[in-house]
Nanobody
């Protein structure tokens, strides 16, 4: 079964860190671009970071610059989203998704235009609260 599964979400106070994992199964993972998105309550889903099949990183969200990083472990079929200095506004459901056709990270977050991504994970909840 082709799927991505996110894990690592939880409830943390502001200023703390979390590391999310996105683990792939059922398909060849190594050369695919992997994206992280998030959707806060009553807001549209938006792109955060992407890592290409060549390990190039693209940041879609200015709000996470200097705080979030993305990395991949091809041997473990996993992409990580390290989130430091978490803020209340980082509260959201976090999703990962794969580009089945293109190795590079593409898309425009301002226009909310991304390539057709498949599969998507079901998401993991991150809640930042004091």
């Amino acid at each position: 079964q082709v799927q991505l599964v996110e894990s690592g979400g939880g409830l943390v106070p502001p200023g703390e860190s979390l590391r999310l994992s996105c683990t792939a199964s059922g398909f060849s993972f190594d050369h695919r671009a992997i994206y992280w998105f998030r959707q806060a309550p009553e807001k549209e889903r938006g792109g955060i970071l992407c890592i290409s099949g060549n390990n190039d990183v693209r940041n879609f969200a200015d709000s996470v610059k200097g705080r979030f990083t993305i990395s991949r472990d091809n041997a473990g079929n996993t992409v990580y989203l390290q989130m430091n200095s978490l803020k209340l506004e980082d509260t959201a459901v976090y999703y990962c998704a794969s580009d089945p056709l293109v190795t590079a990270c593409t898309g425009d977050n301002d226009l909310n235009i991304f390539p057709p991504l498949n599969p998507w994970g079901r998401g993991t909840q991150v809640t930042v609260s004091s």
